[in-house]
T-cell receptor, first 113, second 115 residues
Framework: AQSVSQHNHHVILSEAASLELGCNYS??????LFWYVQYPGQHLQLLLK??????LVKGIKGFEAEFIKSKFSFNLRKPSVQWSDTAEYFC???????????FGRGTSLIVHP | SAVISQKPSRDICQRGTSLTIQCQVD?????MFWYRQQPGQSLTLIAT?????????ESGFVIDKFPISRPNLTFSTLTVSNMSPEDSSIYLC????????????FGPGTRLTVT
């Protein structure tokens, strides 16, 4: 069965630090890739997505993610985090043609001001 | 995009009872999903609910325990039946809207505690 691994479960950073959250998946075929974010007290919402084309995708609030097919990875990055980035981040993968995503366990990010 | 509301937002229930969670969408959608999110764990898909057909349940989830209704294109309910403390979780409704390439929109969730 397909799986999605987020290796960092809890990350604590100071403001202005750089961020990289890892996401690896096990499916070998075509995939659609997503990062979702859940800010405290808010709905889960889409941060960015990859379907095809440029493997470096940019999302909202200065986030970006790079799809590296050979490594089955889709890591999330931000060069300089802010206190408002404190949230839970989920990686999700749809095998090509499937409507059903598989989610990773999530990474809790705390940014200290 | 889609705006989703859920009722109730939270509830504390006694074991053996049932709770029905409502999910309302502000636009017509074909595909609706119900997830469970347990503390520190991933979102787990319970079932897919398409209007006009029986819900499709994922492995480990059965209709007798989690009956789902989908009477129209904007509404669905999930019932958690004969609850036990292991059912304590956050239950999320989500939808996919046409043309968004499998992007999902989530409701605020229902936090259920079973005592």
């Amino acid at each position: 069965a397909q799986s999605v691994s987020q290796h960092n479960h809890h990350v604590i950073l100071s403001e202005a630090a750089s961020l990289e959250l890892g996401c690896n998946y096990s499916y070998g075929g075509t995939v659609n890739l997503f990062w979702y974010v859940q800010y405290p007290g808010q709905h889960l919402q889409l941060l960015l997505k990859y379907f095809s084309g440029d493997p470096l995708v940019k999302g909202i609030k200065g986030f970006e993610a790079e799809f590296i097919k050979s490594k089955f990875s889709f890591n999330l990055r931000k060069p300089s985090v802010q206190w408002s980035d404190t949230a839970e981040y989920f990686c999700a993968v749809n095998p090509g043609g499937s409507y059903i995503p598989t989610f990773g366990r999530g990474t809790s990010l705390i940014v200290h001001p | 995009s889609a705006v989703i509301s859920q009722k109730p937002s939270r509830d504390i229930c006694q074991r053996g009872t049932s709770l029905t969670i409502q999910c309302q969408v502000d636009s017509q959608v074909t595909m609706m999903f119900w997830y469970r999110q347990q503390p520190g764990q991933s979102l787990t898909l319970i079932a897919t609910a398409n209007q006009g057909s029986e819900a499709t349940y994922e492995s480990g989830f059965v209709i007798d325990k989690f009956p789902i209704s989908r009477p129209n294109l904007t509404f669905s309910t999930l019932t958690v039946s004969n609850m036990s403390p292991e059912d304590s979780s956050i239950y999320l409704c989500s939808v996919e809207t046409s043309g968004t390439y499998y992007e999902q929109y989530f409701g605020p969730g229902t936090r259920l505690t079973v005592t």
